[in-house]
């Protein structure tokens, strides 16, 4: 349950990313630009309550890397399907190592 709250902490985070990504491709304060920013600070907020909670079942030095990783990955990978953006092979090389990383913290 506590790896179940902790993917979801992560998540939310990546989907607020995301949302800030969609709000940039329109005007600024445009009723799209709002709406993308609101639901994007909506689900910041539910990151936030959740990795505060994530805090509590983990230890902040086994947790908190491994989260911040898995975001960056996550949002990378996000970059790359829903917005075309590039990938290298230095950027591939980091996924990977980002994911060692997870694996040696974690166990």
């Known amino acids: 349950m506590k790896y179940w709250i902790a993917f979801l902490s992560v998540l939310s985070a ?16 445009s009723k799209r630009w709002i709406v993308f920013i609101l639901i994007s600070l909506i689900v910041y907020g539910l990151a936030f309550i959740l990795q505060s909670y994530v805090f509590r079942l983990f230890p902040l030095s086994k947790i908190a890397p491994p989260s911040a990783i898995a975001v960056m990955i996550l ?8 917005f075309g953006e590039s990938i290298q092979i230095k950027q591939i090389a980091g ?8 694996y040696l913290i974690m166990t």
């Open 75 to 82: 949002v990378f990978c996000s970059g790359a399907i829903f």
């Open 95 to 102: 996924v990977i190592l980002g994911a060692i990383s997870i």
């Open 14 to 29: 990546v989907i607020a990313q995301v949302l800030m990504k969609n709000a940039s491709l329109n005007d600024l304060y």
